[in-house]
């Protein structure tokens, strides 16, 4: 009898191995995504990605960049951080979680479509859309700008807004590409600053006030304006002769994720063609060459990137930062 | 005047409820302070002391105490004001302007801000229809200390004037009407007995209000940064976006920084409140009406355009932002749609969800905080008074810090499961509810001490000579006399946490989102339209709830209420 | 010219009437007592007159000038009228010079002039080098003086006092009533002094006024009130003894009666008019003697009080045991619950009929 039992057993124990195994080849359980994607934006990326990974079950935190890295930093300091993946802004704080040791790589992610600069290259994090910073005009104003020079004309005195690097990476990743630039120049930001500029918390804000009517000019990403043109606000689009600066909303994983296997499944999907074209239906540039922009975008080979060193450019941020609050007050 | 001393059941009670307070006041500051002190586990005064000699730090830090100040001042100007109008005057639809006086704490700060700033911008409909608007281009207004004074004042002065009016009722008639016939006139009355006797009730209220001001971001936010005013709060903000290895515990710095800020108004207040102490011994005493005559309706007229000024303009503002397709396109009859309501409300399932669990968590603190608030200030009554300026000094901090660095001292404490429970509130809605609880507790505790003070203790000795327990004598003698200051401070709990932002911004999980939260989700995305409608909701939500209330109040005790005269 | 004057004022609060169609003249220089049973309006009245409280029907007249009726109102603050509060209404933010000197700062005093004053008032009550105490620190007889005193800094004509005695310990009333009385000399002023208490008023007033249910039953010197009383609850309220039913038989020219009382016949006093019936009469414990049996009625003792050298004895008339006649005799004599009595009337008031 005692033989017969151990007989099932074995038996029992080999047809769950049997069918263990396929389920563990999917990626299941549980993966916690922290982002500071609009709302809209990702929820739709989640369901993209449980449309192709059906068995995992997707926890979003969604709020601010500051908002994310702050609760992401509390969690650490407490000793028990939950995200498994990130999913922000800029690469300048992907920079900063890097440097404090706390991203995981992905050596086998796919970055065959990617533009080189597009993510790290001790591949902790990658780019997944191209999100350019150009000028937005109301369309009241007299002058209508093409470059960022025409930010400097008098007709653009005490008529410019922009975001502030202080409360936004991306706005610093700008301020820096911009400072890198030849043409432009480092004294860029001082000169703006004479002319009246006014420094805003972020990019809604920017928006606010220059559809608002408040200031004419303002320096802002591209979906955000272009998302506003489409519903009828009174306000155009440029994109500048000397270039735009890229911010990319890269993705990574952190170190000490629970679910590995989640979150690679995750950026496999970001980086995949189907990920980049819902960025595109979203609104955004993607990041992969062999994908075509929206409707209405140029041609991303038509753009002048300006170039930024983003690990340079963390090393200098302290300072940078101080310069721009001697300029611009804060 | 020491009340008689307790027995058991009640020494069991008041220990449970002060282990409370240390619970959600103390352990979440001292877990920031070990942060500034000692981050990564180790002591380590470096950040301190870079903080202590950053002169970036002290010019905030001088700018906070300048707009707190004013603010509180403006608050206190304002509050008092309506307080006595509203009390000693014979003015006429007192419940109305008392209501409409009080909704300035229905709105987020971050809301109100905006909608002052669509008011007063070159493209406010208002101001081109009177063909004052601004040229575009020109400097707003309201950008600096100015406009920041202006609303922090607004914004405190309903808190002030709960505190006022809650005076103003035990105030003994009788030492108004010897003035009278002592021969002197309501101004004189007014200026040489009722404010002497109210400066603790001021002093309360302005304490509340230069508190509120210290860690609010909303408006420095929107008014400060463009015309680069920082405050320690953004200072805070700029900390946290730069996320540098010791960006936790300089923020835990900054923040105990202003929490010193909070001792020093609190000791004040205390200096303030020592120097005045009218005692009553009948429950309640009818404050005089004087009858303004000729110039009631000139009084009138002046009170509501000042609430129309302030109110009803930038509510309307908000509103018409709401209206339209998209952001900056002007309201016309031709283009003026519903359909961000319609999006808001029903395709965008997170709003239902936000407004039920506001609503919830904000009614849940405020029962909680009610309820644990009489006890525990009736214990504290029969105690020392260092005692309860202790517990005072205690609840004020989770107020004071921004409600940014509340969840994180939050996140710090609550993120690992609970020590003998070994059930995790991270990640649910419980955590939220246990922030409000730690942030709002000064609101309700303050009111109910106050209250008690007045009282004499013969009313409670008369309850314990008739055989009446601990826990009837609260019920049925203490609850009762202190419920319209209770019920005031319950209701200033409501509509804060209903309306909450910064802090809930950080602690949401799925399904737990607040009307903050989304709020902030669409303005951040640049749907600023979507948002007002969600405001605009949030608002008419709010004002049916208090309709509600009014509704119900009749069949309570009269006076519970604090809109009702 | 009266000091005060009311000519038929009513004051409604709801459905209740607390001042119901009440006619008063204070004389000037005059001190009133208002007495009645809590609730009868008596503080209602002196509101009225203070200016707290407007009448819904009459007028009150302070001097020559009308301040309360129909067409006029005058504030409280233009009566020029003092307040003697229940609780005494002092400040408790200023000090005893600062509530003393209130009323004159009102009239713009200052400076020496001002301290002056303050210091007169304090030394006539009796609280010389007291002015710079708080409220809080003085006893409650300290505290009534320092509310005389500001009254006599106001130098009011009409001072009102509103039951002053009501919150100090028995042994003190009566010397603070000495207070008042002696306040009243110095200031020379009209005083209308409310109260319950009817030693107190029956002690100090020159005039007494019973109020009850609103209504002002009688005004008239105590002595009047004691003797004389025009209903049953003036004869209640005012002094001990007892009201009986009897009837008169007979009047007589010289303010008597014949009354039928207790199976005998008696000779009582009785107002001018008084006809025959049935009446209520007042018997004072005086009226009362105890004689030897055959010569009066039976009654049956209830209860004895001891009260030091006096006893106060109840007693039932075996005629009338729902009666309870009170008598006064020597403790030296004692008498015990239960024993009978040989009663006899000495005198009596025939209350007037209505």
Not at chain 1, 140 to 150: F, H, I, N, R
Request: charge should be positive; aromatic fraction near 6%.
């Amino acid at each position: 009898m005692m033989k017969s039992g151990l007989v099932s057993w074995l038996i029992a124990a080999l047809a769950c191995a049997l069918v263990a195994v396929p389920v563990a080849a999917a990626p299941g359980g549980k993966l916690v995504l922290y982002t500071s994607q609009p709302d809209r934006d990702a929820q739709r990326t989640v369901d993209g990605f449980r449309k192709k990974n059906p068995g995992v079950e997707v926890e979003i935190f969604r709020s601010g960049t500051t908002e994310v890295m702050s609760k992401l930093m509390a969690e650490i300091a407490a000793g028990s951080p939950r995200a498994d993946v990130l999913l922000i802004a800029d690469a300048l704080s992907m920079e900063r979680l890097k440097a404090a040791g706390q991203l995981q790589a992905y050596p086998q992610a796919d970055v065959s479509e990617l533009p080189a600069d597009a993510y790290d290259k001790a591949k902790t994090y990658f780019g997944t859309k191209l999100i350019t910073t150009g000028i937005i005009v109301n369309r009241q104003a007299t002058m209508k700008p093409t470059s960022w020079k025409d930010l400097l004309k008098p007709e653009a005195k005490g008529q410019v807004a922009l975001p502030s690097p202080l409360y936004s990476g991306a706005a610093a990743i700008h301020m820096g590409a911009l400072r890198e630039d030849a043409a432009l120049g480092p004294d860029f930001y001082a000169r703006l600053a004479h002319n009246g500029a006014v420094a805003l918390r972020g990019n809604g804000a920017v928006l606010n006030a220059v559809a608002g009517g408040q200031k004419m000019y303002g320096i802002i990403v591209e979906f955000m304006a272009l998302n506003a043109k489409a519903k009828g606000s009174p306000v155009d689009f440029v994109f500048p002769a000397e270039g735009v600066s890229i911010v990319t909303e890269p993705t990574a994983i952190l170190r000490g994720t629970k679910n590995p296997e989640a979150a690679h499944a995750f950026v496999d999907f970001l980086l995949s063609k189907e990920g980049q074209e819902l960025a595109v239906s979203q609104g955004y540039f993607p990041a992969r060459r062999d994908v075509k922009p929206p409707p209405g975008f140029p041609d991303v080979a038509t753009l002048r990137i300006l170039p930024v060193d983003i690990s340079e450019l963390e090393k200098r941020d302290e300072l940078n930062k101080k310069r721009f609050a001697e300029l611009f007050g804060g | 005047m020491p009340w008689m001393p307790a027995r058991r059941g009640e020494r069991l009670t008041f220990a449970t409820l002060l282990g409370l307070v240390v619970l959600l006041a103390v352990v979440p500051i001292a877990r920031l302070a070990q942060e500034a002190l000692a981050p990564h586990g180790k002591l380590d005064v470096g950040v301190l002391d870079d903080v202590v000699h950053s002169p970036a730090v002290w010019h905030a830090a001088g700018n906070t105490l300048t707009v707190s100040l004013g603010g509180a001042a403006l608050a206190i100007l304002l509050g008092a004001a309506f307080a006595l109008l509203v009390s000693l005057t014979d003015i006429r639809a007192k419940k109305p302007l008392v209501f409409c006086f009080m909704m300035p704490l229905l709105i987020a700060p971050q809301v109100t801000a905006l909608a002052w700033i669509n008011l007063l911008g070159p493209n406010s409909t208002l101001l081109r229809a009177l063909g004052i608007a601004p040229a575009p281009g020109s400097a707003h207004p309201l950008y600096g200390p100015g406009g920041i004074v202006l609303l922090l004042g607004l914004e405190q002065a309903p808190v002030v004037f709960l505190a006022v009016r809650a005076g103003l009722r035990a105030l003994p008639r009788d030492l108004v009407e010897a003035a009278q016939a002592a021969g002197a006139r309501p101004w004189r009355i007014v200026r040489t007995i009722v404010l002497p006797l109210m400066m603790p009730s001021v002093a309360a209220g302005g304490m509340l209000a230069f508190v509120g001001s210290i860690g609010n971001f909303g408006i420095p936010a929107f008014l400060g940064i463009p015309a680069g005013f920082t405050v320690l709060v953004t200072l805070i903000y700029q900390r946290l976006a730069g996320f540098g290895t010791s960006a936790l515990s300089e923020v835990a710095a900054l923040s105990l920084l202003l929490a010193l800020i909070a001792l020093c108004g609190l000791a004040l207040n205390g200096w303030l409140a020592r120097r005045r102490d009218v005692r009553v011994t009948a429950w309640t005493t009818a404050t005089p009406e004087w009858t303004l005559g000729r110039l009631r309706g000139a009084v009138e007229g002046a009170c509501w355009s000042g609430l129309f000024l302030v109110l009803a303009l930038p509510f309307a503002a908000l509103v018409a932002t709401a209206l339209v397709p998209a952001i900056g396109v002007s309201l016309t009859p031709r283009n003026f749609t519903l359909a961000n309501f319609h999006f808001v409300l029903f395709d965008y399932a997170a709003t239902r969800r936000a407004f039920l669990n506001s609503a919830s968590l904000a009614a849940t603190a405020a029962v909680m905080l009610v309820v644990m608030a009489v006890p525990l200030g009736y214990s504290l009554a029969g105690r020392r008074s260092s005692l309860r300026q202790a517990v005072g000094f205690v609840a004020e901090l989770p107020y004071a810090v921004p409600g940014v660095v509340l969840a994180i001292a939050m996140i710090l404490c609550l993120l690992r499961p609970l020590p003998l429970l070994g059930l995790s509130l991270y990640s649910t809605i419980w955590i939220i509810l246990v922030a409000y609880l730690s942030r709002f507790m000064l609101l309700a505790l303050r009111p109910v001490t106050n209250a008690l003070r007045q009282i004499d203790p013969s009313l409670d000795e008369a309850a314990r000579m008739s055989g009446a327990r601990y826990a009837r004598r609260v019920m049925t003698v203490i609850m009762p006399m202190v419920a319209p200051s209770a019920v005031a401070g319950g209701m200033l709990v409501f509509l804060m946490a209903f309306n909450e932002l910064t802090v809930s911004a950080l602690l949401w999980s799925s399904g737990s989102e607040t009307v903050g939260v989304v709020l902030f989700s669409l303005e951040q995305a640049g749907d600023a339209v979507s948002a007002a409608a969600v405001a605009v909701i949030a608002v008419v939500v709010t004002l049916g709830m208090m309709l509600l209330s009014n509704g119900l109040a009749s069949r309570v005790a009269r006076g519970v209420l604090p809109w009702q005269p | 010219m009266a000091a005060v004057t009311l000519e038929h004022v009513g004051k409604r609060f709801g459905a209740l009437a607390a001042v119901d169609d009440v006619s008063l003249r204070v004389e000037a220089g005059e001190f009133l007592a208002v007495l009645g049973p809590s609730g009868c309006g008596k503080s209602t009245l002196l509101r009225l007159i203070a200016g707290f409280e407007r009448p819904d029907a009459g007028t009150i007249s302070l001097g020559e000038h009308r301040v309360s009726g129909p067409d006029a109102f005058v504030a409280p603050e233009d009566r020029h009228v003092g307040m003697v509060f229940q609780s005494y209404a002092l400040w408790p933010h200023m000090s005893v010079a600062g509530n003393i000197g209130y009323p004159l700062r009102v009239q713009k005093l200052a400076g020496r002039e001002l301290a002056r004053q303050v210091d007169a008032a304090l030394d006539a009550v009796g609280l010389t080098g007291l002015g710079d105490r708080r409220p809080a620190e003085l006893s409650g007889g300290q505290r009534q003086r320092v509310a005389l005193a500001r009254c006599l800094a106001m130098k009011a004509r009409i001072v009102l006092l509103d039951e002053p005695l009501a919150n100090l310990d028995v042994h003190l009333r009566a010397r603070m009533l000495a207070e008042i009385a002696a306040f009243r000399t110095l200031s020379k002023a009209t005083l209308v002094y409310v109260t319950h208490d009817q030693a107190e008023a029956l002690g100090v007033a020159d005039r007494v006024a019973v109020m009850a249910g609103g209504r002002v039953r009688q005004v008239a010197a105590p002595a009047a009130l004691y003797r004389t009383p025009q209903d049953g609850v003036v004869s209640r309220f005012v002094g001990p003894g007892t009201v009986a039913r009897g009837e008169v038989t007979q009047t007589y020219a010289n303010g008597h009666a014949a009354v039928a009382l207790f199976g005998r016949e008696w000779q009582i006093r009785s107002a001018p008019g008084q006809g025959a019936g049935p009446v209520e009469v007042c018997i004072r414990p005086e009226d009362v003697a105890i004689v030897s049996p055959g010569n009066g009625f039976a009654a049956s003792v209830a209860r004895v009080l001891y009260q030091g050298g006096r006893t106060v004895v109840e007693a039932a008339p075996a005629s009338d045991p729902g009666t309870t006649l009170s008598l006064s005799v020597r403790s030296s004599e004692p008498v015990a619950p239960g024993a009978t009595l040989h009663l006899s009337l000495v005198d009596g008031w025939v209350i007037p009929g209505r």
